[in-house]
């Protein structure tokens, strides 16, 4: 029969899975970011979408419902067989924001890359994170041949929080993308070990 | 059979692409909501979390329990025999809107062939101990 595989002797393992969320303007690396530490090759999973039919599912008006797919790269690391961290890119565009609530719904923390050539794309990202609660850290690639900041003026610029990390990142070595996974879940460690009212503050 | 007529069959082997006689422009030959039969969100009680992870219950080896599935909820339920998934990695797998994927499980959570894990609730930060052993295994990587 169709399911019919060898009797599984051993019960499936459960685990635990755990997000994280890779978000930033369009071609600023976030694939890239999610590749360099993925144990799958980066998947693409699409969500279709229409944009006159938020936020009810109302039939009315259906014929003149215009249809969009967004598309989402997502990779994995096993970090236990009962632990399991899934990254997600966030869709670059601006007006896929409201993907991202659902996306952003029970995330650990997120990951905001920046590209000092055009800092102002991360603005939305950071503004996002910041009203949600959301722990995150900004991850500056350094790109080839891009000019190298201060980490300073590069948070004067993005006008951040003292308490928001920023760290510089080569979004294709998956030691460098480590660090800052490491550093966004210390982050969240921090902001969990706070009580609540005073995040929401 | 002559060569010519050799070249023209489906190679064996090569990636599963049923519909090799549509260019992906023609867009998927069975329509989305087809596969649902129109609905567009799962009876389930909670909407499945992208991370959700889809785990075959032992009824999924009944013989005669799969007459009104289709081959999609079929194959989800193979796939997640393997090693469990996430809903994000059935739909990058099966090459299907996130949408769906969520209609189709939930059916087979309905027809209690598959559970579903729930992963953090919305609004609440994992554990610090979880928080801990991601940090130690992001090190050890």
Redesign the interface.
């Known amino acids: 029969m169709a399911f019919g595989r060898s009797s599984r002797t051993k019960p499936y393992v459960e685990p635990v899975t755990l997000k994280i969320l890779v978000a930033g303007g369009f071609g600023v690396g976030k694939t890239t970011l999610v590749g360099a530490v993925s144990e799958i090759r980066p998947l693409r999973t699409e969500e279709m979408l229409s944009e006159a039919g938020r936020p009810v599912d109302d039939l009315h008006g259906v014929e003149s419902k215009t249809t969009t797919t967004v598309a989402m790269d997502f990779g994995r690391i096993t970090l236990r067989e009962d632990l399991v961290l899934y990254l997600f890119g966030t869709p670059g565009q601006d007006r896929f924001w409201f993907l991202w609530d659902e996306l952003a719904q029970g995330a650990l923390g997120a990951i905001v890359l920046a590209d000092t050539r055009r800092l102002e794309d991360s603005f939305a990202a950071i503004d996002y994170f910041e009203r949600r609660g959301i722990p995150f850290t900004v991850a500056v690639n350094c790109f080839e041949g891009a000019q190298r900041f201060p980490a300073e003026s590069v948070r004067g610029a993005l006008d951040l929080d003292p308490e928001v990390e920023l760290v510089m990142c080569d979004a294709r070595d998956r030691e460098s993308v480590k660090n800052v996974l490491v550093a966004v879940v210390e982050h969240a460690l921090v902001l969990a070990d706070r009580p609540r009212a005073a995040v929401t503050s | 059979m002559s060569d010519e007529a050799e070249r023209n069959l489906p190679v064996e082997g090569r990636a599963p692409r049923p519909h090799h006689w549509f260019d992906d422009e023609a867009g998927p030959v069975v329509r989305?909501y087809a596969m649902t039969r129109g609905r567009?969100?799962a009876a389930t009680r909670h909407?499945l979390?992208?991370?959700?992870?889809v785990?075959?219950e032992p009824a999924?080896?009944d013989?005669?329990r799969?007459q009104t599935?289709s081959p999609e909820h079929?194959e989800i339920?193979?796939r997640c025999?393997e090693?469990?998934q996430?809903i994000?990695?059935l739909?990058?797998?099966l090459d299907l809107?996130?949408?769906v994927v969520r209609v189709l499980v939930g059916d087979l959570v309905e027809d209690e062939l598959v559970h579903v894990?729930r992963?953090?609730?919305?609004?609440?930060?994992?554990d610090?101990n979880?928080?801990?052993?991601?940090?130690n295994?992001?090190?050890?990587?």
């Open positions: 989305p567009t969100s909407r979390d992208l991370i959700a992870l785990v075959p999924a080896e013989p005669g799969d599935l079929v339920v193979e025999s090693q469990p996430s994000a990695e739909a990058a797998g809107p996130v949408g894990t992963p953090v609730p919305p609004a609440e930060l994992p610090v979880i928080l801990r052993e991601v940090i295994g992001l090190r050890a990587l």
